[in-house]
């Protein structure tokens, strides 16, 4: 069964430095989201990316935060001068449009040191 | 940002009775509506979901109930089994201005014990 994969599982970064957190979604998906959560918190939405640009993103998903689809499988979260408090699981979702079920990696734990 | 809430954190129950999780809503411009189960250091994984032009679901043992005037929705799992423990999420899409992009909104999640 498809499925979406995220690299690193596990990923440590000093204050200050960028980190790119990878995933690939599954191959015949047109719809592609990052989603976070803080430990003991929901998970939330970070932004949406269709077509080869971004349709919606949320109040978190600042300048700090940009995302990227390469070529024709890799989709990318780079998060430049990272803070204390973007420490969380990052999760990558992929579906076949908008009102349809969103399948999830397994996350990346990004701590930042 | 409260537009999701499941009440109860928590939720036991033996094998082989009924679990029903519950959710509530604020936001009426919502109409899709999903369940995900999650385990420790895994993803969220999709369970059911509902459109808001029905009420009720059914997929094997999961049935999902939307009931749109209270803005209330259920899932119910029967028979419980104790693979089913996990932390149960709700979420909820909007369509804005005739178009989804399927931004989720969770709720904060119910952990289910199955009890042999």
């Known amino acids: 069964e498809p499925e979406v994969t995220q690299t690193p599982s596990h990923q440590v970064t000093q204050m200050g430095q960028e980190v790119i957190l990878r995933c690939v979604p599954i191959?015949?998906?047109?719809?592609f989201y990052w989603y976070r959560q803080i430990l003991g918190q929901k998970v939330e939405f970070l932004v949406s990316?269709?077509?080869?640009?971004?349709?919606?993103k949320s109040e978190i998903f600042d300048d700090q935060f940009s995302v990227e689809r390469p070529d024709g499988s890799n989709f990318t979260l780079k998060i430049r001068s990272t803070k204390l408090e973007d420490s969380a699981m990052y999760f990558c979702?992929?579906?076949?449009?908008?009102?349809?079920?969103?399948?999830f990696g397994p996350g990346t734990r990004l701590t930042v040191l | 940002d409260q537009q999701v809430k499941q009440n109860s954190p928590s939720l036991s129950v033996q094998e082989g009775r009924i679990s029903i999780l519950n959710c509530d809503y604020t936001?009426?411009?919502?109409?899709?509506f999903l369940w995900y189960k999650k385990y420790p250091a895994e993803g969220p994984t999709f369970l059911i979901s509902?459109?808001?032009?029905?009420d009720k679901n059914e997929d094997g043992r999961f049935t999902v109930f939307l009931n749109k005037s209270a803005k209330h929705l259920s899932l119910h799992i029967v028979p419980s089994q104790p693979g089913d423990s996990a932390v149960y999420f709700c979420?909820?899409?909007?369509?804005?201005?005739?178009?989804?992009?399927?931004?989720?909104?969770f709720g904060q999640g119910t952990i289910l014990t199955v009890h042999p």
């Open positions: 979702a992929s579906s076949e449009g908008g009102l349809y079920e969103q399948f």
């Open positions: 191959s015949n998906h047109l719809y």
């Open positions: 990316f269709y077509n080869n640009e971004i349709s919606e």
């Open positions: 936001n009426s411009m919502f109409d899709y």
């Open positions: 509902i459109s808001s032009i029905k």
């Open positions: 979420a909820a899409s909007a369509v804005t201005g005739g178009t989804s992009y399927g931004k989720l909104t």
